[in-house]
């Protein structure tokens, strides 16, 4: 039971494995009043601690403030179910070789709270574990940018943001920062050289003073941080040329979300509820965690349920369709699906992803399948493979942050998968 | 339009009256970031601040974590429209006596946010100002006792809770508290004698306290203050002898509710919604404020749709169904509209409510109709008049907490609607 987070590359020497971890089994938060072990309190940073995180990422609206993103109640997506339970036997190598590893195994190897697979939009498989259920939302970390990277590049296409643009000329309160001199394309891109460190591991990263000032952690008292995301974005200063390489931080996206709620004119969650949630036709209600002053965490904050993140990507797959109607315009999608420059993106040095490249907040793999990603620390997955004609969509609660550990055992699934659902095509 | 606080007696000098502070004029929270004269912080304690509150009444997830109370997807109970615009020209006579006022202009003056009035299960009337939509929730505050109390009766009949037992038999943690040795039945009638003040708008008085255990207001950083709502409460003292005078403390509901978690073994947020919330067949989710532990404020923390609220008030008209089904026994709703000691109530020295008592968490008139109300902080009320077959569902965001300073526009006004609904009966 207790033993390490199996065939993760790099990964630190023992972690309780998902059986071990159960956030049921562990009880959190049980009791009343829970007793001192089971507690997750936010003012102590209990909920970004792992095992404590396996139950948070599922119960995130009790843990911070959060505004909703309604669904169309009169307006469901269908998603006919056509299981296909013989996916769980399927075999494959993990990255970098080692003892084929079988899908069933995969999961709970990489903790996953939740999986979903479609296949032409059919439900062919779908399982939960944890504290995760299937009309619960569950956090999606950074799949939350591929949502808002798709919604500015529909503002582009509608003409209501312009790509070239410096982000100083757009939003004057970025003018001096390191925002000031790059362009809206470079933001959404993540090509800004910026003086600030993203290691999620490292609790020295500039990242943890960010996780203060978005409200993700609990701020000092008395400290002399920023207090808001817009504050923290507006002191952080260049540290060398714009456009040149990609480079993932997540204050990229919270300055998008400024553009876009100024280019629009509306609330960023009345903008994704009106452009791109309710459309989608999903089953619940989403929501986003909002910071000190009311504007959501467009980086990392979006909490959802499973089958409706598959939505969303089934609804990239058929080129901004979903249902018979359009949502978005197909050359929205487009432009996420041709990818970004893959030489930018090399230098970033992904072990996992190798000729891959970044564009307006996805992750585009260029492999003969045209398969793309949003992703998420801790293992969230949104993956589109339009050859095979299948979505997976996944929550998790990995004990690392990076998904560098988690690839071995998912990106090689994916693709295993993929080619089974060819090969059985009828 | 910035007037004082029309016919509030006792109330001080001047406030902006409704129109004046309409939280959509102001435009809190409204600009990306908001500028500093529209922020809503809560660490700064700004939501609850006068004009501040009318917005984030409105918008209290946005400020708080929050648990989830689903309805039932599957059953709505129906709310058949049948409009009766003449009431606003119902007129009647202020408490205290003055110059008649009509129904109409009695809202505004009341700063009231939404009012539905049902008329033997028919919507006869609904209106809707400032922040609030007949699709979103409002704080019930104190109207959220009434919630709990009646679950509480429920349990109590069920057999599953005892009035008679001392609360320190069931819950050993507040045995050496002012409630160890109080019964069950003096907790929910609120005749605890304890060593603390509930005086809202004084800011030492002991109620503030119990607002920073909560979380309702912001912890002072580094205070040994209690952290969680149970720590404050089993940290309470008794002053005198339980059981002989009304005392209305907001502590004395938190007891219930934790004597009922214990007694059913599952969380509030869950008891609530199995045993009350969906079975009323709302049209909205329902959400409670947690605290640092995620315990439910089931004292002042439910939020919810205003014509849910009226679907509670006609399922106590009906004596328990609602809709056709039985959603509680009728003997619960019995115990709480026979109402509690008026003796016991009188030495309260409510002026506004002479005659009254006050049992299960609810206000009970001991009036010709039968009339019993649910009330809340700020004009939060749910009245019903079981003679009249009418029920009043409030919300408000009056620059006063104490409803002394509404009930003299709000009783009167619920009173000539009841006898101008008997007096037009078909």
Known sequence: MATTAAAAPGAPASFPDAAASDPAALGWRCGSPPPPERRIRFEDGDHLRFPQWRWSFSHW??????????RD??????????????????????????APVTWSASLAANYTDGIVVLHRGRLI?????????????????SVTKSFFGTLAEALIHAGQLDPSAPVGTLVPELAASAFGAATVSQVLDMTTALDYSEVYDDPASGFWDYARATGLQP??????????TYEFLARLRALGPHGRAFAYRSVNTDVIGWLMSRAAGVPLAELLRDRLWAPLGPEGDAYLQVDADGIPLVAVGLNARLRDLARFGEM?????????????????????????????????????LPGWSYRRQWWVSHDAHGSFMGRGIHGQALYVDPRAEMVIA????????????????????????????????P
Chains 1, 2 share one sequence.
């Open 219 to 228: 701020r000092d008292a008395g400290a002399a941080a920023a207090r808001t």
């Open 394 to 425: 996944r929550f998790a609660s990995h004990p690392l942050a990076s998904n560098v550990h988690l690839d071995p055992l998912s990106l090689p699934a994916y693709g295993a998968v993929a080619r089974h659902l060819i090969a059985h095509r």
């Open 61 to 70: 609206r009790e843990l911070v403030p959060t505004v909703e993103v309604a």
């Open 73 to 98: 109640a009169a307006r469901t997506s269908p998603l006919p179910r056509d299981e296909q339970p013989d996916l769980d036997a399927i075999r494959f190598e993990p990255l970098g070789g080692g």
């Open 125 to 141: 498989y779908e399982r939960y574990f944890g504290a995760l259920a299937a009309d619960g939302p569950h956090i999606a970390f």
């Open 316 to 352: 990239l797959r058929l080129e901004g369709t979903l249902d018979g109607r359009r949502v978005l315009p197909a050359a929205v999608i487009a432009t996420i699906r041709e990818g970004g420059s893959r030489e930018a993106f090399a230098g970033a040095g992904y072990a996992t």
